[in-house]
């Protein structure tokens, strides 16, 4: 009986450990580098440089999906996650405009992806 | 200017000069050879905008300390109806309200009354009872919203975009990407009716990261208008040319043998500025040829209005002689008064009563006067401040500050007068709808300039940069 409760217990130890490590965070450090990123697409895309757009909308398509799992699992945030899912659209059609070298509309998608982000912070960015 | 700044200046100009033409940058071009950036030596020469430009010249009236716009413009009947009543819940949705005065209850001033102008029936208060003459003339934007910190954080947003100093003013990027149109005078100058400079500093018409020859240029008031710019009584013109000519010659010399060394011609095109700006500043800012009628209908000839109305009689001379950006900043009605800006905290009847005099008047007749000489096509007017005014009260009879929701407009070549885009609540809190943020103002002027807000772009640090940051939206609405 003993030995059970032992395998019962490390299992637990586990589950919960595995629970953890599927649980994103987005902090302020997390959201600098966003932040940081989405000024580099920004300028990728004026600059024409078509790899280093692609780079970076793509590295902010990834991050928006973290976005997306830390609020869905925060729960009771569903705006947010439904400007992430936005965002992540964004993403993705400037992937496409950058790479068919319409820089134009990839610019002016950018400047959509920036007033969502900043929908988002009016909501949930914590005052310092 | 004592002779430290004055070297500065030169300093500044001469190393803004060369630097420009260093980086071989130019708007809407991209980067040019090394070959062709060495020729650059005159980075003011006026450059071609991205499409035809609405208007030549932009005048930015900064109304410092953040008039309460609900007591000027934005008539809002439910909040007389709700005045002394603890604000309903609802209409704080979504917003942060961290302001320092804490919320109180609703107020408003039995003093105050609004009536409706012109045909296209916008609202003015009593306090600007001869601005609201020109209702047909303004297009409102009544959704305005921004980041709320203090004064000089949001001053710093409303005239550069950036809440860190750092960023060119949105007058300094029009310079660089425009050029001059007059090498007699600045192109970008700051005008003032204090007896020292505005409190939020120089970085609001600073040229940031842009070459610092596109800086504005601040105008003091009275005759003066740059320190020590004219020539010294000991110095006879003859002499001063003379020593200005042998110094060209020794610089022309020099940059023979170091053609590449285009800081060095700029050097030498900053002390020909400089000379020539002896003659044409103060003419440009002298009023003593004014007619009696102009000088009384910008309030000259009233302790109230005088010290504004100056300057922007003198804005409307610089518009004449096709300087592009004009940046006036609202000082206080009376130099030794008790409000020295818009800022009321308390007392707001007692300031707004001030202030709104102060500006009326001058504003009226500036529109009026711009109008008679067939400028007001080519001229853009924008009044803009760094945040609004609550609807509740702070100190009994003061409003506190309000980033949510407020009114600017705008007035001239160019715009759909007469209209108003965007809205606020019921009770003047927030915007509803779409938002008009500082970036999307600046796009829009940059647009009737003939920029295009996404291509107006700078090299700086291994990044373009462009004057909305990774923001701006051209509102579409309010151009004709």
Same mark, same amino acid.
């Given at each position: 009986m003993r030995k059970w409760n032992w395998i019962i217990y490390f299992s637990c130890l586990v589950m919960a450990g595995s629970v953890a490590a599927s649980q994103v965070t987005v902090d302020e450090d997390y959201m600098q580098v966003m932040e940081d990123r989405q000024k580099s697409l920004t300028s990728n895309i004026a600059l024409n440089n078509t790899k280093a757009a692609v780079e970076d909308a793509k590295a902010l398509n990834e991050m928006f999906s973290d976005v997306e799992t830390f609020y869905a699992q925060k729960g009771n945030a569903n705006d947010a996650v439904n400007w992430t899912k936005e965002s992540k659209g964004l993403t993705v059609a400037i992937t496409k405009y950058v790479a068919t070298k319409d820089f134009d509309t990839a610019s002016v998608k950018a400047v959509t992806l920036a007033k969502t982000c900043k929908e988002c912070h009016s909501v949930y960015k914590k005052d310092k | 200017m004592d002779n430290k700044s004055r070297r500065d200046f030169l300093l500044k100009s001469g190393a803004g000069l060369g630097a420009a033409a260093l980086s071989g940058f130019i708007p809407g071009i991209g980067f040019l050879s090394a070959a062709s950036a060495a020729e650059l030596i005159d980075p003011l020469a006026p450059k071609q905008p991205h499409f035809p430009a609405k208007v030549k010249t932009v005048i930015w009236l900064h109304m410092d300390g953040a008039p309460s716009t609900l007591d000027l413009f934005d008539y809002k009947p439910e909040l007389v109806k709700l005045?002394?009543?603890?604000?309903?819940?609802?209409?704080?949705?979504?917003?942060?309200?961290?302001?320092?005065?804490?919320?109180?209850k609703l107020f408003w001033s039995d003093k105050r009354t609004f009536k409706q102008y012109g045909d296209s029936g916008a609202w003015f208060s009593d306090l600007l009872p001869n601005l609201s003459q020109h209702a047909d003339k303004i297009a409102f934007i009544k959704s305005s919203v921004t980041v709320g910190a203090t004064h000089d954080i949001s001053i710093l947003k409303l005239n550069t975009g950036g809440l860190n100093p750092g960023r060119p003013s949105l007058g300094a990027w029009m310079n660089y990407a425009l050029g001059s149109a007059n090498k007699e005078l600045p192109s970008y100058v700051v005008l003032y009716n204090d007896n020292k400079e505005p409190r939020a500093g120089s970085v609001n018409w600073s040229s940031g990261f842009l070459p610092a020859v596109y800086q504005g240029v601040a105008f003091r008031p009275g005759d003066s208008p740059i320190l020590d710019l004219e020539r010294p009584g000991a110095l006879a013109k003859a002499e001063?040319?003379?020593?200005?000519?042998?110094?060209?010659?020794?610089?022309e010399r020099r940059a023979?043998?170091?053609?590449?060394? #285009?800081?060095?011609?700029?050097r030498i095109q900053s002390y020909e500025l400089a000379d020539r700006m002896q003659v044409s500043a103060p003419e440009a800012v002298d009023l003593s040829k004014e007619s009696e009628a102009t000088r009384e209908a910008y309030g000259l000839n009233d302790?109230? #209005?005088?010290?504004?109305?100056?300057?922007?009689?003198?804005?409307?001379?610089? #518009?004449?002689?096709g300087?592009?950006?004009?940046?006036?900043?609202?000082?206080?009605?009376?130099?030794?008064g008790d409000f020295r800006n818009w800022?009321?905290?308390?007392?707001?009847?007692?300031?707004?009563?001030?202030n709104a005099r102060m500006v009326d008047?001058?504003?009226?007749?500036?529109?009026?006067?711009?109008?008679?000489r067939g400028l007001l096509d080519t001229t853009l007017v924008v009044w803009a401040s760094e945040f609004g005014r609550t609807p509740w009260g702070e100190s009994g009879d003061g409003r506190d500050h309000n980033p949510w929701g407020y009114t600017q407009w705008m007035a001239g070549g160019g715009i759909k007068a007469g209209t108003t885009f965007g809205e606020t609540d019921e009770i003047g809190v927030q915007a509803v709808g779409k938002k008009v943020d500082t970036y999307d103002l600046h796009a829009?002027?940059?647009?009737?300039?003939?920029?295009?807000?996404?291509? #107006?772009?700078?090299l700086h640090d291994g990044r373009s940069e462009r004057p909305t940051v990774v923001y701006g939206e051209v509102i579409k609405e309010l151009i004709a």
């Open positions: - | 005045a002394g009543k603890p604000i309903p819940e609802s209409f704080l949705k979504g917003i942060k309200t961290s302001t320092q005065g804490g919320i109180t001063q040319r003379n020593a200005l000519d042998l110094l060209k010659r020794l610089n023979g043998f170091y053609p590449e060394d #285009t800081e060095l011609q700029a302790e109230i #209005t005088k010290g504004y109305g100056e300057v922007l009689l003198r804005a409307r001379r610089l #518009t004449e002689r300087v592009r950006f004009i940046q006036v900043v609202s000082g206080p009605a009376l130099p030794d800022d009321a905290h308390n007392s707001l009847e007692k300031n707004h009563g001030n008047k001058p504003i009226a007749a500036l529109l009026a006067d711009l109008k008679e829009t002027v940059l647009q009737l300039v003939g920029l295009n807000h996404l291509k #107006t772009t700078f």
